[in-house]
T-cell receptor, first 113, second 112 residues
Framework: DVKVTQSSRYLVKRTGEKVFLECVQD?????MFWYRQDPGLGLRLIYF???????EKGDIPEGYSVSREKKERFSLILESASTNQTSMYLC????????????FGSGTRLTVV | KQEVTQIPAALSVPEGENLVLNCSFT??????LQWFRQDPGKGLTSLLL?????REQTSGRLNASLDKSSGRSTLYIAASQPGDSATYLC???????????FGRGTSLIVHP
């Protein structure tokens, strides 16, 4: 069964901490995405990557960075966590083909206190 | 810019009803449309993917249709069950991009 695995389901971090959210896919997908989801705001794209070491900013990249050193792994980094980054974070992956859909991970609920 | 709208935002029905969830999009030049299910506090699970050239897709009690000319897709759920309670989102891929545009979702409650 194909999978996108997010390393943590729940995280609680303190303001100012550096936070790493990890996402691993086993489908050999080129494209990987990080979204955050907040009530009333829907899904918002933070960053995406279409190849190893390649990244593009999404709609809300401020306060975040990403790393993709291997094809299967895409990391989201909060350089200095703030309370307004408390959210559900979702990772997704896909082939770069228009006849192919997206696979999501199970999500990480991050709380910054 | 593609815009995707899902109406209603919330729906509560008794068990056994046949349901129709709606997804509207503004730009009909789409590549595909994907329906997802999201349980509270969890990720998105893909239900059905309809290609631009297709009119519908079926999986079990679910049937999704696509009418590009009217900018609309519907997700039909037959004989609803309490286990169908979740938020249903649609995502449209269009515009030369590999980034889909998501609707805000329809929150469905099926009560016994």
């Amino acid at each position: 069964d194909v999978k996108v695995t997010q390393s943590s389901r729940y995280l609680v971090k303190r303001t100012g901490e550096k936070v790493f959210l990890e996402c691993v896919q086993d489908m050999d997908h080129e494209n990987m995405f990080w979204y955050r989801q907040d009530p009333g705001l829907g899904l918002r794209l933070i960053y995406f990557s279409y190849d190893v070491k390649m990244k593009e900013k999404g709609d809300i990249p401020e306060g975040y960075s990403v790393s993709r050193e291997k094809k299967e792994r895409f990391s989201l980094i909060l350089e200095s966590a703030s309370t307004n980054q408390t959210s559900m974070y979702l990772c997704a992956s896909s082939f770069p083909r228009v006849n192919y859909g997206y696979t999501f991970g199970s999500g990480t609920r991050l709380t910054v206190v | 810019k593609q815009e995707v709208t899902q109406i209603p935002a919330a729906l509560s029905v008794p068990e056994g009803e046949n349901l129709v969830l709606n997804c509207s999009f503004t730009d009909s030049a789409i590549y595909n449309l994907q329906w997802f299910r999201q349980d509270p506090g969890k990720g998105l699970t893909s239900l059905l993917l309809i290609q631009s050239s297709q009119r519908e897709q079926t999986s079990g009690r679910l049937n999704a249709s696509l009418d590009k000319s009217s900018g609309r897709s519907t997700l039909y759920i037959a004989a609803s069950q309490p286990g169908d309670s979740a938020t249903y989102l649609c995502a449209v891929l269009s515009g030369g991009s590999y980034i889909p545009t998501f609707g805000r979702g329809t929150s469905l409650i099926v009560h016994p």
